[in-house]
């Protein structure tokens, strides 16, 4: 049985333009929303971080303290993200023929590490401090820690549903991150008002609150690392993707049926390799026209869309299948 493959230079510019030069105003406005929502985070924890540090400090709070620095670390977190997603907007080249696409993957990896180990070493730092005697946190601790909750969680719900909506495991990992500190963040908050409520006697809930951060960070960064790993082992799209790519592409004048449909997600894109039914009479050329609708209709359709393979295979109708198997038994 032979096989068209169908590649074209590009959906935009079909004589001029090499694979991803020239990159979808849709397929665009994707990265400038994640990369939009990463900075958003970004300057937000260096605010909390700073005032959480410095508040800290002079509460002698460990607990304040271990929240900043988790705050910290995630301004770091929005920085690698942000370097990788304008990374993987470069076009293909000699080196990377299917783009750049997957350093956002990587960098989701990296991160997921970063605070996996910042955690340790705040929990080491938390062991080796709660023999120490210190003084009760004041009052206005507790605000820092409450306000915190609520940014936190809100800055959650804001990249949470970005990251849904274009479909980035980076900036969704960076969602549940905020989540994790916003429940850390609740954590310190309940310590800090057993001490001031206890008084000097209950000052070891400060340890125990920021033990209970160091504990969340870890768990938040090995779930997030798992999810990275999966993602670069080039999983394969929902469901609700696929459906909707076979039912554009069975929509293109003269395909008969889609065969094969497979679509790898790379970062923010997708590559398909799909295999579609045409005429058995037709001319090569008119198959070949056919593929490149096809291919043409998917870039469109679907920003995320990277680039598209189409093999051609020619469609016989079951029926004329059972009566040429029972020709030959003839």
């Not at 993987?88 to 750049?100: E, F, I, L, S, W």
């Not at 409450?146 to 959650?156: C, D, F, P, S, T």
Request: net charge neutral; with cysteine.
């Amino acid at each position: 049985m032979k096989k068209i493959a169908v590649r074209k230079k590009t959906a935009i510019n079909h004589a001029s333009c090499p694979p991803c030069i020239m990159m979808h105003p849709s397929r665009k406005s994707l990265y400038q929303d994640a990369m939009r929502a990463a900075l958003l985070g970004l300057v937000i924890n260096l605010a909390l971080g700073i005032i959480k540090s410095v508040g800290g400090l002079i509460a002698n709070s460990y607990a304040l303290l271990s929240d900043a620095i988790n705050s910290l670390g995630d301004c770091f977190a929005s920085v690698v993200v942000l370097v990788a997603l304008a990374y993987a907007q470069r076009p293909a080249d000699k080196d990377h023929p299917y783009g750049h696409a997957r350093a956002e993957a990587v960098a989701s990896s990296s991160v997921a590490l970063l605070i996996i180990v910042s955690a340790l070493w705040l929990g080491w730092n938390v062991l080796w401090r709660t023999p120490v005697q210190h003084e009760v946190p004041p009052l206005w601790t507790l605000w820092i820690a409450g306000g915190n909750v609520i940014i936190k969680e809100a800055l959650y719900r804001y990249k949470v549903r970005i990251g849904r909506r274009i479909k980035s495991s980076a900036i969704i990992a960076n969602a549940w991150d905020h989540r994790s500190d916003a429940l850390c963040s609740l954590a310190v908050l309940v310590g800090l008002l057993v001490v001031r409520l206890g008084g000097p006697r209950f000052v070891a809930a400060d340890e125990i609150a920021a033990l209970v951060v160091v504990i969340a960070i870890v768990w938040s960064g090995v779930t997030l690392f798992g999810k990275s790993l999966y993602e670069l082992m080039d999983v394969e799209a929902d469901s609700e993707l696929r459906d909707a790519v076979r039912s554009a592409a069975e929509q293109v004048d003269g395909v008969r049926a889609v065969e094969t449909l497979r679509l790898r997600k790379s970062g923010l894109e997708y590559f398909a390799d799909i295999h579609i039914e045409v005429d058995a009479t037709l001319t090569v050329a008119h198959g070949h026209s056919i593929g490149h609708r096809v291919k043409d209709t998917l870039l469109e359709k679907f920003p995320s869309m990277m680039d598209v393979l189409v093999h051609l295979e020619p469609y016989a109708p079951p029926n004329a299948k059972n009566h040429d198997s029972h020709g030959d038994r003839e």
